[in-house]
Structures are given as structure tokens and as C-alpha cells.
């Protein structure tokens, strides 16, 4: 929520903190989208709402005016943020946000619209961009923002912007693996692949995983994870049977959708500590698991 005691009083402070309000799953939307956790979002959002509250009534386009102060923090956040996830223990994958658990209590991912440009998959790539071209990116291809815009929010020409969102564009669609599967066919996969791997079943689990399936755990240097992608069914299968294998007593799961895309959330106590994971595994065109994404960094599941 808004707060503060700097910027106007009154009836007009009022009135542009409602405003703010209006704008603010938008900005934590867009923020997400640049940085991948809701954490960092939702303080660069904050801040936004400061310098706003700082400026007063005299701003003239509201959303164009919290879009680009939201923008630059992003940009300058991502700047900082890139030597601290090259140091991170083991792969980095972005905060998750769960829907569909039994309770109904608002959530995290009902701060923003979910839609494909959440996706973890499509996070992922944009992790490996620059931050001018995820910036360029996000703001043009997923918010529609002029390039005009963009370039003024990135401080560089309208033709380097245009460069930057061509540059990002490309790898989208280079990496970012297709989503070309009947929804009948991928709940199958799903179904198939999570009834085998929380059995521990290793045979089944091959039979659903793709030969150059990719494994990548996020458990952040605090609980244990493989420290690299773990690559080809054979391994893939392998460990996840292993991790069924330490649990001490029964396994809970809960379907659920993870940034939109159909996932599963497990707790279990494991060396005598009852731990939480998130499960998303992607299935590709054929039918096939082609990747698992787990989540196991407990910052990134305080949430749940």
C-alpha cells in the first residue's frame, strides 16, 4: 500500500494515492516482468509511489509518467542485480506465483494479470538478456509502449531501442520453447509424469520424459538442489526418484498453476525438516516432458 508522509496533503493527496492505486497492479505487472521476483517488484513499485508522492499533482500522463519512473528503477535494479545472480548457488529461476491452492485468499499472482509473457520459460530467456533489451523488450512487445518511449526511458536513440527489442525479440524466439500441444495431450503428459515421478517410479518417468529432457532446482546455497541443469532422461528420472526416496513419511501435493502454466506443489519432511517445492514441468509438441523447473529456494516460497 501507498504511505509516506512527503508530497501533498488532503483532499489532493488523496486523490493520487487512489490514482496511484489504480496503477499499481500494472507497474507490479511490468516490474515482475523485468526483474522475475515479486519481492524486488514490489519495491521498485514502492519507490515509484515515493518519487510520485515527492512530484505532487503536477504530472500531466500518470500511467506514461509511472511506466517510464518504473522502468528506469527496474533498469537501474537490474544493473546491480546481475553480480549477484551470477554469484547465486546453483540455477536462478524466477519467484514463482501459485494459483489454485484450496484456500482462496488473495495471493501473490493476484497483484498482476497472468498471461503468456509470465510464463517461467519465457522468464528464463529473458534472464539472459542485457537489461536495456529485457527493458526494450517488456515495455514494447508486452505493454505496447511507443519506441519513442522506450528510448526515453532507456536514454538512448529510438533507433537503439528499436535494436534492443529486435535483439530480445530474436532470442524469445530462438529459446523460448513452443508452447504447441493440445491441452489434452499436455494434461495427459502432466498426469502421467506426476503420478510417476511421486511414486519414484523410474521406468514411467522415462516413458513420459523427453531423451534431452532439461532439470533445473532452485534451492539458492540454503537447501540442497543440484548445483547445475541436469540433462537427459536418464538422470532427470534418476533424481527425481531419489528425492521421493528421502522423504520420511507421506508426500502431500496440490495441483496448481504456476505463472499460469499447470504445476505442482509438494511438501514433505525430509532429514527431519518439512520442506516445500514447486514443480513445473513443460511439456514440448511431441507429448513429452521437456524440462522441469523446482523450486525449493525457500525466499522465493514464503508465500506458500
Known amino acids: ?24 497492479r500494472r507497474l507490479v505487472g511490468l516490474a515482475y516482468r523485468m526483474l522475475g521476483t515479486l ?13 510520485l508522492s515527492r512530484t505532487g499533482n503536477d504530472v500531466v500522463d500518470l500511467p506514461a509518467w509511472l511506466t517510464t519512473v518504473t522502468s528506469r528503477l527496474c533498469l ?17 529461476l524466477p ?55 522506450v528510448a526515453a526511458t532507456l536514454g538512448v536513440s529510438a533507433s537503439a531501442a528499436r535494436q534492443h527489442a529486435s535483439r530480445a525479440r530474436r532470442a524469445v524466439r530462438d529459446r523460448a520453447p513452443s508452447r504447441g500441444v493440445s491441452p ?16 519414484g517410479d523410474v521406468m514411467r518417468l522415462l516413458a513420459v520424459l523427453a531423451p534431452d529432457v532439461v ?26 526418484a531419489g528425492l521421493v526416496g528421502l522423504a520420511e513419511g507421506p508426500i502431500e501435493s496440490t495441483d496448481v498453476l504456476v505463472n ?3 504445476g505442482v506443489v509438494v511438501r514433505a519432511v525430509a532429514r527431519g525438516v518439512r520442506e516445500t517445492t514447486v514443480v513445473v514441468p513443460h511439456v514440448g509438441p511431441d507429448g513429452r516432458v521437456v524440462a522441469v ?12
Open 1 to 24: 500500500m501507498v504511505g509516506g508522509d512527503v508530497g501533498p496533503t488532503g483532499a489532493a493527496g488523496d486523490a493520487l494515492a487512489v490514482a496511484f492505486e489504480g496503477e499499481r
Open 184 to 199: 489434452e495431450r499436455e494434461r495427459a503428459a502432466l498426469e502421467a509424469f506426476r503420478a510417476a515421478a511421486l511414486g
Open 39 to 51: 519481492t524486488d517488484a514490489e519495491d521498485v513499485v514502492q519507490e515509484a509511489w515515493l518519487r
Open 293 to 304: 523447473d523446482i523450486v525449493r529456494n525457500p525466499g522465493k516460497l514464503r508465500h506458500l
Open 76 to 92: 537501474d535494479r537490474l544493473r546491480a542485480l546481475r553480480r549477484a545472480r551470477e554469484e547465486y548457488v546453483g540455477p536462478w
Open 260 to 262: 499460469g502454466e499447470p
Open 215 to 240: 532439470l533445473r532446482s532452485d534451492g539458492g546455497g540454503v537447501v540442497s538442489a543440484a548445483l547445475r541443469p541436469v540433462v537427459g532422461a536418464d538422470k532427470v528420472a534418476r533424481l527425481l
Open 95 to 149: 519467484e514463482p506465483l501459485v494459483t489454485g491452492l484450496a484456500d482462496t485468499a488473495p495471493g501473490p499472482a493476484d497483484l498482476l494479470e497472468l498471461d503468456d509473457s509470465v510464463r517461467l520459460a519465457l522468464l528464463l530467456v529473458l534472464e539472459e538478456l542485457s537489461p536495456e533489451q529485457r527493458v526494450a523488450f517488456v515495455l514494447h512487445d508486452v505493454f505496447a509502449v511507443p519506441f519513442d518511449e
